[in-house]
């Protein structure tokens, strides 16, 4: 039985990846902080082995037997990585390149890296370069989150042997249900707000395209790349992609979806400019050198999400719990609170 190492499997695609490999009959261990709790893996937990640590400080006891890292750690949106750019930088680039060192190190055979496409992110104001983008384009992230993932993977790819395997997975926005679940991704945004105000924003009018993927698409693509031939997918940058959408199609098709299950929400449009990412991302390379074609649409995910989420009782939509950048900051402060106090009573 294959043993995978996952890195950050607690967390929002981690949890649903986690549940991926564990019904294929992958041997799973999983990293993790659990900065969000540990509830992303209750449905498996007693089929799962759990270490809770940091990825910066990974014991080399960790990779024993292992035959591959999947490494989806670290901050994971714009927000968090320019709250802390230090801690970012220390993540999703230091961190990922020395783990990929340790497998080298404990002859590990497989290193798959969570990149992402908003590396390909032109702004919504240089419309002459508003083309479809594919993995040869030339890339120049400024962003602080786009550029720590364009760094470790530059680093990476370097490492790319014949005995040893590497490879990059630049994942389009992902959307729809997690055991850990987030409500601070677009989609997700719109059925959150529709469930809890009766309507949807679309700021800068939804005219910026966006490249999006369900979250179960991404974890079968992830399992794909742990079972594919070296040869095939050895030192290859792949874009995991649905479709490329205007936001503002995105927010038609969640209303009429939602629609479909008794839910009628208005569209509110804002036309205040917000630093909105805008890119389209060509997910043609993985659909051809892998067979591989992400097949869960915006409508059927929402409502699964609208069942889930009811299922669940993840109703609380005001909890920061399901924001990254506001649950982070109520961490920082309750650590401050305990530095001073020692104790929480």
């Given at each position: 039985?294959?043993?995978i190492l996952l890195v950050g499997g607690g967390g929002y695609a981690g949890?649903?990846?986690a549940q991926e490999l564990v019904e294929r009959g992958y041997a799973v261990?999983?990293?993790d902080r659990f900065y969000f709790g540990e509830q992303g893996l209750d449905g498996i937990r007693d089929r799962v082995e759990m270490i809770r640590g940091d990825m910066r400080q990974v014991a080399p006891a960790t990779l024993a037997d292992v035959d591959t890292v999947v490494n989806i750690g670290g901050l994971s949106n714009d927000p968090t990585a320019e709250y802390n750019p230090k801690a970012n930088q220390e993540m999703n680039t230091n961190a990922s390149v020395q783990l990929a060192r340790m497998c080298l190190e404990q002859s590990v055979p497989r290193y798959?890296?969570?990149s992402s496409?908003?590396?390909?992110d032109r702004g919504v104001s240089d419309e002459e370069r508003d083309v479809l983008?594919?993995?040869t384009a030339e890339v120049d992230p400024r962003a602080a989150y786009s550029s720590s993932k364009f760094a470790a993977?530059?680093?990476?790819?370097?490492m790319a042997s014949s005995t040893f395997t590497v490879v990059i997975m630049r994942k389009a926005t992902l959307f729809g249900f997690s055991p850990r679940m987030r409500y601070d991704l677009v989609v997700n945004t719109f059925?959150?707000?529709?469930?809890?105000?009766?309507y949807l924003t679309l700021h800068y009018g939804g005219e910026m395209w966006r490249p999006l993927a369900d979250v179960r698409d991404a974890a079968r693509a992830y399992s794909l790349l742990i079972q594919a031939d070296p040869k095939i997918v050895n030192g290859q940058i792949l874009n995991l992609v649905y479709r490329n959408f205007r936001i503002s199609e995105v927010a038609l098709r969640v209303r009429e979806a939602l629609r479909e299950m008794g839910i009628n929400a208005d569209i509110r449009t804002d036309y205040s400019y917000k630093g909105v990412r805008n890119y389209r991302v060509s997910g043609r390379k993985m659909e051809v050198m892998l067979n591989f074609h992400p097949a869960v649409s915006v409508e059927e995910s929402v409502h699964t999400m609208v069942q889930e989420i009811r299922r669940y009782h993840y109703d609380d939509f005001d909890s920061p719990r399901y924001y990254n950048i506001r649950w982070m900051k109520v961490l920082e402060e309750a650590q401050q609170v305990i530095a001073t106090t020692g104790s929480v009573f």
């Open positions: 039985m294959k043993k949890s649903v990846l261990r999983i990293l798959l890296f969570a496409c908003s590396i390909y983008l594919d993995e993977e530059r680093e990476l790819l370097k059925v959150k707000d529709a469930l809890s105000k009766g």
